[in-house]
């Protein structure tokens, strides 16, 4: 699998802020959604064993009856088939239903309710025909377990395990009041009674804690202005997430840098935040529309390095050729003459990306607009990682992938705008041909044929019909000496243009390529 970029992006909510009893069950348990997605998923499970369950009870409930000589075998039955049906509802409402919707969390608080009430009316009845005092083992369970695997607020556990709670000595009084079994004394209800009240304290200080804890984890996660929502992606380096702004609701996406991915003691760790500050600030003074956008970055609490750009809607070159396979030499020069007009400006401002691949460029709908390009991941530090594309740092230096690495960068030579434009060449190898310029069986060997081997040309390596002006320029872009390439990216873009100046793919052909193949915008983002 090629090696992707750390791109996670993440939805943020704002935080719940219930008021007063009636906004308890309004507020979704004040979790984030992936949070509440979680204990949905969590609650879809509780329900189907359950269910199963009670259908296991019902299919040997008569045989079991008749060894025992127990009464009362239509009631039970009655009983299991409500314990069936109520499971299966509330199973099919969690495992079906909207994911992370609070009212289905709110159903479960009901449901909690109901497996307490004919867990004891199920015992009372099998008990109390001996005219034993019922242990409603079930109920006690139920109440001590359910905010432990689903979490909620203290608040909201405390009135769900009352109701709950209370189920005990209502199954007892239902089943007297309809005079089934053994008629149970008042003094009977005391210790059921107590048992219950037992439970709801401890199922409240369950609660308290594991809430407690899910909510940390979810402050755990809030940089700054914003708020993570979803786990995109994670790797050596660290995770992407989706997440929106607290303030503006503005969805970004976020990449987080863990510490030890930096390397070296604290002093070196300092120098490379240095390092990334200075080029965040940089990045974000960019205005090319074809660069990606810098919102934000900072250093949480925690000393993860994390910054914020904007969230895009597409597919990165990777995905767009794995998907859809080669592209018209058109549609290509018409891609890379974007990621020229962003690498021009960043190379006059005395930037040099070097890390130029097809998963940092991404193609999406922006706007109205279609096929458009933005180019992504400036400056930033890639290790290497088992089982994708072998990348290479060295003394905390930028990484670069070898598979689209310069003989300058491997070499460790000064490095400049025509080190992207190696890159880009490569980049243009891959949208033609859907192949990388060298194949390897290791990183070494890769790079090593990147500062010896010829490449052949695109049109060797594929069927389609490649114009000989452009088979010419990546092979020029590809020149082992930085001085047989073209020497800047406005110059590329103007050679590109060039070499299909008869059959320029055009705004039209863009918009019904989109219209053809993802007639609903992907959700995909960096």
């Known amino acids: 699998m090629k090696e992707q970029p750390l791109e996670p992006i993440v939805t943020i909510l704002q935080p719940d802020t219930p008021s007063g009893l009636s906004s308890i069950f309004r507020t979704g348990f004040g979790l984030p959604t992936e949070l509440r997605e979680k204990a949905q998923r969590r609650l879809a499970i509780l329900a189907g064993i359950f269910a199963v369950n009670a259908l296991i009870a019902i299919l040997i409930a008569p045989a079991i009856w008749a060894r025992l000589g127990l009464e009362n075998l239509g009631t039970v039955q009655v009983v299991q088939v409500v314990f069936l049906v109520s499971s299966a509802a509330m199973f099919g409402m969690a495992r079906f239903g909207p994911a992370g919707h609070p009212r289905i969390l709110d159903l479960g608080l009901v449901y909690e309710v109901t497996l307490c009430f004919i867990g004891a009316l199920g015992e009372s009845i099998v008990f109390g025909g001996s005219g034993r005092v019922p242990l409603t083992t079930l109920a006690h369970v139920v109440i001590v377990a359910y905010p432990l695997i689903i979490p909620s607020p203290p608040s909201r556990t405390l009135i769900a395990a009352l109701a709950a709670g209370a189920t005990v000595p209502a199954s007892l009084a239902f089943l007297n009041t309809l005079d089934i079994g053994a008629s149970l004394a008042p003094a009977s209800f005391v210790a059921p009674t107590v048992w219950a009240l037992f439970s709801v304290a401890v199922a409240v200080v369950g609660s308290h804690i594991v809430y407690g804890l899910t909510r940390d984890a979810a402050r755990a996660r809030e940089l700054g202005s914003y708020k993570l929502h979803t786990l995109l992606g994670a790797g ?189 060449g490569c980049v243009a190898y891959w949208l033609l041909t859907g192949q990388y310029v060298f194949r390897a069986s290791n990183a070494m060997e890769l790079i090593a044929r990147h500062l010896h081997t010829e490449p052949e040309a695109p049109s060797c390596r594929t069927n389609t019909k490649i114009p000989p002006g452009l088979d010419a320029l990546v092979l020029a872009c590809l020149a082992k000496d930085a001085a047989d390439r073209p020497q800047t990216a406005d110059d590329l873009a103007s050679a590109l243009m060039e070499s299909v100046s008869d059959g320029a793919w055009s705004h039209d052909q863009a918009a019904q390529w989109w219209g053809e193949h993802v007639p609903s915008e992907p959700f995909g983002a960096r």
């Open 236 to 424: 050596g380096m660290g995770e992407v997430w989706q997440a929106k702004h607290r303030l503006l609701a503005r969805p970004a996406a976020i990449k987080l840098v863990k510490p030890e991915a930096l390397g070296g003691d604290a002093t070196s760790q300092q120098q490379v935040l240095a390092r990334f500050e200075r080029e965040a600030q940089a990045t974000a003074s960019l205005r090319s529309p074809h660069t990606i956008e810098l919102y934000d970055f900072g250093v949480s609490e925690t000393g993860t390095f994390y910054y914020v750009m904007e969230l895009l809607n597409g597919f990165d070159a990777t995905e767009l050729v794995e998907k859809f396979g080669p592209l018209p030499p058109a549609r290509v020069v018409y891609l890379l003459t974007q990621v020229c007009d962003s690498l021009g400006e960043a190379h006059e401002a005395g930037l040099v990306h070097r890390d130029v691949k097809p998963s940092n460029v991404f193609v999406c709908r922006y706007g109205r607009q279609t096929d458009f390009v933005k180019l992504l991941d400036f400056g930033l530090v890639k290790p290497y990682e088992a089982g994708t594309s072998p990348q290479l740092t060295a003394d905390h230096g930028l990484a670069g992938t070898p598979a689209f690495m310069a003989p300058e960068q491997v070499l460790g030579h000064t490095v400049d705008g025509r080190t992207d434009l190696y890159a880009v």
